[in-house]
């Protein structure tokens, strides 16, 4: 196998205010490029992307622009063709639903195909990417400024029969290693896909009209009112969601324009209160498993910190896998006479540490989705001194 020279990888930092640059695995061959590419790009905060697809035969177009902002938010701006008739393109979505301009406000309606522009992406790379090793991937040329693939694209969707034969190439760029342009072809040139990117981390959230097309609801379980609104707000506005707050009938309300995905919503609620512990093996303390690891069984001995979290950001590990790394003040355990050190936020154990690991930076790994661990960064960054319990999200219209 082939290794590529000294280059970075991006891993974005969401609550630092920046875009870290991490290097990859030393190893990394030209072979492991295209997953690195396409992965790492779904991972980054944001990028503007410009969209084309075509059948001739049929006299059918798409063609615009748009921007991507995670969790789960689009952008999209262009034209649609079909023979004579032509259609404005003019949508954001988020979630399972888009929104599109009804006179002076968005209206919601159940995501369509046409708002699934990443999704259309992902459906032509992803057979190639599946291949093990990097074997649906063939490498063209690395001119130092992008290094060319070529591959088998799945356009399924544009020749339901499989009628034609295709070419397509990945073009990446040679430096952050995430790609420019996804461009694939019929042989004869009657279907064509064209995805390009540009813009990387520029955008921190779609901008639309606010209009209550959602609610979301909170039961307060401790703490003000007041001071729950202020908290919840910030929260949202941290994952691109502008939202009214009212209370009613004894519980707080959020509209909002843009759906939440459940967990998100969930841990938005949660005080986000971390704390060092000191556990033991054995002992008369409480019980306490590490998250997701029912048979590692502790005993919580003693609550050794309440550390202060200056700063904390979403990032990716070495095999894009989500991370939180938190810097933390107030942080030294008042002993470290433990078998271990556990890292707990709200009661969950994320994390367990040998007793002379330093805790004024700490990492969690032990998140599963990206969606996750921003929820998860958010809630620490915004503490709050009380405790919602979510209980519904409601469509309005």
Request: net charge positive; with cysteine; glycine share 8%.
């Amino acid at each position: 196998m082939r290794r590529l020279a000294s280059f970075a990888f991006f891993a974005v930092i969401v609550g630092a205010g920046c875009v870290r640059v991490v290097r990859p695995p030393s190893d990394l061959t030209y072979e492991d490029v295209p997953q690195y590419a396409w992965e790492g790009l779904r991972q980054q905060r944001s990028f503007r992307f410009d969209y084309y697809v075509a059948r001739s035969s049929m006299q059918f177009e798409v063609q615009g622009s748009g921007i991507v902002v995670l969790p789960d938010a689009l952008r999209f701006k262009g034209t649609w063709r079909l023979g004579e008739e032509e259609r404005v393109l003019n949508l954001a979505a988020a979630g399972d639903y888009q929104l599109e301009r009804q006179g002076s406000e968005w209206v919601p309606h159940p995501k369509s195909e046409e708002a699934k522009l990443l999704e259309q992406a992902d459906r032509v790379i992803r057979k190639a990417l599946l291949r093990r090793k990097g074997r649906g991937f063939g490498l063209v040329e690395d001119d130092g400024e992008t290094i060319t693939y070529s591959f088998q694209p799945n356009l399924f969707y544009l020749d339901p029969g499989f009628e034609k034969k295709y070419t397509a190439e990945l073009v990446v760029d040679g430096r952050t290693l995430l790609p420019r342009k996804i461009n694939a072809r019929s042989e004869d040139d009657d279907i064509q896909f064209k995805f390009s990117v540009s813009g990387v981390n520029r955008r921190k959230k779609i901008r639309i009209p606010f209009s209550e097309n959602f609610k979301l609801t909170y039961a307060l379980e401790e703490g003000r009112f007041a001071r729950a609104k202020s908290v919840l707000r910030k929260r949202l506005k941290d994952v691109g969601r502008a939202s009214r707050m009212r209370v009613k009938a004894g519980n707080l309300e959020a509209a909002l324009t843009f759906p939440v995905d459940k967990q998100m919503a969930q841990i938005l609620a949660e005080p986000g209160q971390l704390v060092i512990l000191g556990l033991n093996l054995d002992g008369p303390g409480p019980q306490i498993n590490t998250r997701g690891e029912i048979s590692d069984i502790f005993h919580i001995a003693d609550t050794l910190a309440l550390p202060e979290v200056r700063s904390v950001g979403v990032g990716f590990d070495s095999l894009s896998r989500p991370m939180l790394e938190l810097t933390l003040a107030k942080a030294e355990p008042r002993s470290r006479d433990f078998d271990y050190l556990g890292v707990a936020v709200d009661g969950v154990l994320y994390e367990v540490l040998t007793v002379d690991n330093p805790t004024d930076i700490l990492r969690i790994a032990n998140v599963t989705t990206y969606e996750e661990a921003l929820a998860l960064s958010i809630k620490l960054r915004r503490p709050f001194n009380g405790e919602l319990r979510f209980l519904d999200q409601e469509r309005l219209r």
